[in-house]
Each structure stands twice: as structure tokens, then as C-alpha cells.
């Protein structure tokens, strides 16, 4: 087990095009992961759906997300959270490109 302290703000990585994607931890059928966005969306017309639960929150930044079925974004300031079933129909519509969003994701069955 690493006991390494760490620091969520710290080693960003440079905006490249992609979002980053940093397992923090895996264990028993749960991930937690750092995502780093840096003006990234889904592209328009694709919807993302997963098999498992993911527990959001923003540390930094803006971002928006849509839910299938739902009217209009829902606009993240840092601290919000949502929960996304597994299985449900749902897009980033748009992260801040003008400093990193840093989301804090939890997935699990």
C-alpha cells in the first residue's frame, strides 16, 4: 500500500488536446481517479454511457454536463458533486479553457 503524500493541484498536466486521466485508486471494485480538462467536450452528437456509478466532484474551474432527457446543462462551480448511474445517457457540454477544471471521479458498482 503506498502511505506517499500527495497533492490533487500539484504535477497538472499541459494542455495537449485530451483530457488526462489519473488513477489515484483501485481497489475492490472501486476507482478514484483525477481528471484534468482543459477545454474539452464530448464531440457534439456522442453521448457517454458507462457500466458503472461515477460520484463527481469539480475542485477547480467550470465545466457543464447534460443528462439524456434532460432540459439544459447543469453549469459545475468548484465543490458541486452529481452523481452519474451506470448506464445513463450523459455528455460534458463544455469545460473552462481558460485554466485546468480538475474533477475528482468515483467509480464503482
Given at each position: 500500500?503506498?502511505?506517499e503524500?500527495?497533492?490533487?493541484?500539484?504535477?497538472?498536466?499541459?494542455?495537449t488536446?485530451?483530457?488526462?486521466?489519473?488513477p489515484l485508486l483501485?481497489?475492490?471494485?472501486?476507482?478514484?481517479?483525477?481528471?484534468?480538462?482543459?477545454?474539452?467536450?464530448?464531440p457534439?452528437?456522442?453521448?457517454?454511457r458507462?457500466?458503472?456509478?461515477?460520484?463527481?466532484?469539480?475542485?477547480?474551474?467550470?465545466?457543464?454536463?447534460r443528462?439524456?432527457?434532460?432540459?439544459?446543462e447543469?453549469?459545475?462551480?468548484?465543490?458541486d458533486?452529481?452523481?452519474?448511474?451506470?448506464?445513463?445517457?450523459h455528455?460534458?457540454?463544455?469545460?473552462d479553457s481558460?485554466?485546468?477544471?480538475?474533477w475528482?471521479a468515483?467509480?464503482?458498482r
Amino acid at each position: 500500500m503506498n502511505m506517499e503524500t500527495r497533492n490533487l493541484f500539484a504535477n497538472l498536466p499541459l494542455a495537449t488536446g485530451a483530457e488526462a486521466f489519473e488513477p489515484l485508486l483501485d481497489h475492490d471494485g472501486m476507482m478514484l481517479e483525477r481528471i484534468v480538462s482543459t477545454g474539452q467536450a464530448t464531440p457534439p452528437g456522442e453521448w457517454l454511457r458507462q457500466d458503472r456509478h461515477e460520484w463527481v466532484v469539480l475542485l477547480s474551474g467550470r465545466a457543464a454536463l447534460r443528462f439524456d432527457g434532460q432540459a439544459g446543462e447543469r453549469v459545475l462551480e468548484p465543490g458541486d458533486y452529481v452523481l452519474i448511474p451506470s448506464q445513463s445517457r450523459h455528455r460534458v457540454e463544455w469545460t473552462d479553457s481558460s485554466q485546468p477544471t480538475i474533477w475528482l471521479a468515483l467509480h464503482y458498482r
